[in-house]
T-cell receptor, first 112, second 110 residues
């Protein structure tokens, strides 16, 4: 079992460029999440999904979009990147609500 | 809005000493509380999950307690080792999401 994997590991973008981050899990989990981690702050939830075909906004959704076309994948998109989106992005999954969350290794994104 | 605080932000101890890490939260209406470990440049590794109905949870040298009414959790690590050096994060589960503290960075000196 690979657990939760994220692609890419690192990326540098220019302001205004777009990109998609891919998260994949092989644990057959229903719930998936995207967080961002900034220095001195805790992780903050961007978007989450409670099952295939569903998405919902988290704490800081502005500037991001997500899709969950397949149960095992959760995509995070930045349509027009801004320097404020420079961060480390983590994907997580859980079997159901209230159960343990498992995290991927993170994607370090820099927007110039 | 749930606020999660971890004090101190950093801690340095000699090898063999017991570690005590604190986490406090403002809203006691939680489903559970999870402790994570994060190594530099890495993802989060789940250490312990305590359900709201539980008072403590143990795994090896780790013990976590939860006092929901006072909004506190404590992570104890017995007989610390240099390999325990990392950042420890606590997170409380509300209605749909985890709310994280900023973490305590621990250095265990050999």
């Amino acid at each position: 079992n690979a657990g939760v994997t994220q692609t890419p590991k690192f990326r540098v973008l220019k302001t205004g460029q777009s990109m998609t981050l891919l998260c994949a899990q092989d644990m057959n989990h229903e719930y998936m999440y995207w967080y961002r981690q900034d220095p001195g702050m805790g992780l903050r939830l961007i978007h989450y999904s409670v099952g295939e075909g569903t998405t919902a906004k988290g704490e800081v959704p502005d500037g991001y979009n997500v899709s969950r076309l397949k149960k095992q994948n959760f995509l995070l998109g930045l349509e027009s990147a801004a320097p404020s989106q420079t961060s480390v992005y983590f994907c997580a999954s859980s079997k159901k609500q209230g159960t343990e969350q498992f995290f991927g290794p993170g994607t370090r994104l820099t927007v110039l | 809005k749930q606020e999660v605080t971890q004090i101190p932000a950093a801690l340095s101890v000699p090898e063999g000493e017991n570690l005590v890490l604190n986490c406090s939260f403002t809203d006691s209406a939680i489903y559970n509380l999870q402790w994570f470990r994060q190594d530099p440049g890495k993802g989060l590794t789940s250490l312990l999950l305590i359900q709201s109905s539980q008072r403590e949870q143990t795994s090896g040298r780790l013990n976590a307690s939860l006092d929901k009414s006072s909004g506190r959790s404590t992570l104890y690590i017995a007989a610390s080792q240099p390999g325990d050096s990392a950042t420890y994060l606590c997170a409380v589960r509300g209605d749909y999401k985890l709310s994280f503290g900023a973490g305590t960075t621990v250095t265990v000196r050999a």
